[in-house]
């Protein structure tokens, strides 16, 4: 499906679920994760993240694609504290969760998770 169907999210919108998320995550990551799991940390999430948002740009993907692939970098690693095996798919389901409860159209959520 094509994102030119979708209305994008409006840019305060983005910026505020930007911001929750990031407070979700550190917190995330504070009361879920153990110094097992070393590498997975915020740190790591963050680097992530931030070459997300570079190839995005170097690319030309627009503010919304990039905001999309923030997210997904941000909870990329989450589903490590649930079950090491199967973590991205709980990193997913994680982050449904996140944007179900932050009123995220169904289209986006599929398109980040």
């Known amino acids: ?3 030119t ?3 994008e999210i409006p840019l305060e919108k983005r910026q ?3 911001s929750s ?3 979700h995550i550190k917190k995330w ?3 879920h994760f153990s110094t097992v799991y070393g ?4 740190s790591h999430t963050i680097e992530v ?3 997300a948002i570079l190839i995005s740009r170097k690319v030309g993907l627009s503010e919304q694609c990039q905001w999309e692939l923030t997210l997904a970098g941000l909870f990329h690693d989450t589903g490590y504290s649930i079950d090491y095996e199967n973590h991205e ?3 997913a389901r994680i982050c449904r969760a996140f944007l179900e409860e932050n009123h995220v159209d169904e289209y986006f959520i599929g398109r980040i998770t």
């Not at 590498?39 to 915020?42: E, G, L, P, S, V």
């Open 5 to 7: 169907q979708h209305k």
């Open 39 to 42: 590498y997975h940390n915020w």
């Open 21 to 23: 998320a990031q407070e």
């Open 16 to 18: 505020e679920l930007l």
């Open 89 to 91: 798919e709980e990193s």
């Open 1 to 3: 499906m094509d994102l």
């Open 49 to 51: 993240t931030e070459r």
């Open 29 to 31: 990551f504070n009361e």
